[in-house]
């Protein structure tokens, strides 16, 4: 079992900076992909960023070149720097952990962390 703790998410005006990190209560490196999603009010979770454990990513569209996600393996964190804030990036953040076995998709998620964009 793998326990996520995410931290950063705030009140930030249109065009400001976060940065979120997730901590993992264990080895991220035995991990497939580590990830954040959000979930605005009234909408579905969505995928932000991905990143594997061979350090590919992949960002949704509407935050590319604006999102960076990286993982410090020595820390046991991910982080996902934010920049060029958008209204529309309001949501909560979570954080996601995939462990892939023969057949079985384990998926461990963190408790979220609130990120909202207004002036």
């Known amino acids: 079992q793998v326990q996520l703790v995410e931290s950063g998410g705030g009140l930030v005006q249109p065009g400001g900076s976060l940065r979120l990190s997730c901590a993992a209560s264990g080895s991220i490196s035995s991990m497939n992909a580590m990830g954040w999603y959000r979930q605005a009010p009234g909408k579905q979770r969505e995928l932000v960023a991905r990143i594997t454990s061979d350090g590919f990513t992949n960002y949704a569209d509407s935050v590319k070149g604006r999102f960076t996600i990286s993982r410090d393996n020595a820390k046991n964190t991910v982080y996902l720097q934010m920049t060029s804030l958008k209204p529309e990036d309001t949501a909560v953040y979570y954080c996601?952990?995939?462990?892939?076995?023969?057949?079985?998709?384990?998926?461990?998620w963190g408790q979220g962390t609130q990120v909202t964009v207004s002036s």
């Open positions: 996601n952990a995939v462990r892939l076995r023969p057949g079985v998709r384990h998926d461990y």
